[in-house]
């Protein structure tokens, strides 16, 4: 402020001017007053600016901070998600969308964890049908989430219908094992190998089950036909197991076994078969040439002065004879023929080691002193 009398500048606190002397008067005071006034003034719409300016980057800052924390929760829940941890990657979101409700990736990531969780669910409920044993309608809760699938893409889809191939593979081979027990041969386990053949790599050990039963089965069926001399089903038996196993060990022994046997079977029946012939043969010549045994030859004169030849004899055939004729002949004292007769036996059929008897009488003088069969004659029947 100044002096209003000289226009010295003096201080505001100043009775009176330091140059002239004089007192100060009240105008000046009021001068200083107003000037003060005026000063406050102008500082208020500067102090209400920065204040508007403090509170606007307050603002700023906080919504950048909730940026922040909502993209870091997101990616949380999208790493939750594709670690299958569908649930807990729900609730983040959702914590996020209290953050910022109009977040359009919020939002899509909400959705699909939604879907997915649903799509699970039926995965879930699959898998416990399955464990019940019942396939049918585990296979059918498959299906359903396959379809749902069937429109949709990304990383988290394709995670799910990975984990549906696996289910469906794990319901072929958990109804293939509930099944071995019923199967009882070679070809119904062959048809439960042939169904898991498509996942040859997942069901090793379910594969070497049914195999080791096969091998036993055919390896029991093949010794039992061996026994009966039934070569070529135990063969085949062999061979149908062999399509699934053909390197097993048990299997290869017992083929060479049946080929063994069967070689060492036809080269006995060979030999039975020509020992049977050579036997027939004999037989034969024996049934043709010897068939008669001569148990017993009387002759002599009767009280008649008749000459009596009588005797018996016995079928030494294979086989029944029969019109067996006896003929002989009549020595005198020097051994010559003198004279010669027959006779039937006596029944005329004989079956085998059956007696018959035959004897005739003839008008001779006493000449005759002995008798000699000198052949017979049978039929063979």
Same mark, same amino acid.
């Given at each position: 402020m100044f002096c209003d009398h000289c226009g010295q500048p003096v201080s505001k606190e100043a009775q009176f001017c330091g140059k002239c002397g004089k007192a100060l008067s009240g105008e000046t005071k009021k001068v200083v007053a107003s000037e003060s006034h005026q000063k406050k003034l102008w500082l208020y719409p500067a102090l209400s600016a920065g204040i508007a300016a403090i509170l606007l980057g307050c603002v700023f800052l906080y919504h950048v901070i909730v940026n922040q924390q909502v993209d870091q929760m997101i990616d949380v829940s999208q790493r939750l998600a594709l670690e299958g941890k569908l649930a807990e990657a729900k609730q983040i979101t959702e914590e996020a969308l209290q953050k910022k409700a109009d977040h359009p990736l919020l939002r899509m990531n909400q959705k699909i964890i939604e879907d997915a969780i649903a799509i699970d669910h039926l995965l879930e409920s699959g898998k416990k049908l399955a464990s019940d044993q019942r396939y049918v309608e585990a296979t059918q809760q498959l299906d359903e989430a396959e379809q749902r699938l069937a429109d949709r893409s990304g990383k988290i889809y394709e995670q799910l219908q990975e984990k549906v191939d696996i289910e469906r593979v794990g319901i072929v081979i958990a109804k293939v094992e509930s099944d071995i027990p019923n199967k009882q041969n070679v070809a119904e386990l062959g048809s439960l190998l042939t169904q898991l053949e498509p996942y040859a790599e997942q069901a090793t050990e379910t594969i070497q089950l049914i195999q080791k039963k096969m091998v036993n089965i055919a390896v029991e069926s093949a010794t039992q036909a061996l026994q009966n001399h039934h070569f070529e089903s135990a063969r085949t038996t062999v061979e149908e197991a062999l399509v699934f196993d053909d390197q097993n060990e048990k299997l290869l022994n017992i083929k060479q076994t049946i080929r063994n046997e069967q070689l060492a079977f036809e080269q006995a029946e060979q030999q039975r078969i020509e020992l049977a012939i050579e036997a027939s043969i004999k037989e034969d010549i024996k049934n043709r040439a010897n068939a008669v045994e001569l148990l017993d030859l009387q002759y002599g004169l009767t009280e008649y002065d008749n000459y009596l030849?009588? +005797? *018996?004899?016995? =079928?030494?055939? #294979?086989?029944?004879?029969?019109? &067996? &004729?006896? %003929?002989? *002949? !009549?020595? $005198? +004292?020097?051994?010559?023929?003198? =004279?010669?007769?027959?006779?039937?036996?006596?029944? %005329?059929?004989? $079956?085998? +080691? *059956?007696?018959?008897? !035959?004897? =005739? #009488?003839?008008?001779t003088d006493d000449s005759i002193s002995e008798v000699r069969i000198s052949r017979i004659e049978w039929n063979l029947n």
């Open positions: 030849v009588h +005797g *018996e004899i016995r =079928n030494v055939a #294979t086989l029944p004879i029969s019109a &067996i &004729i006896m %003929y002989y *002949e !009549f020595l $005198n +004292g020097d051994g010559d023929v003198v =004279n010669s007769g027959s006779s039937y036996v006596d029944p %005329y059929y004989l $079956n085998r +080691g *059956e007696v018959g008897s !035959f004897g =005739n #009488t003839y008008y």
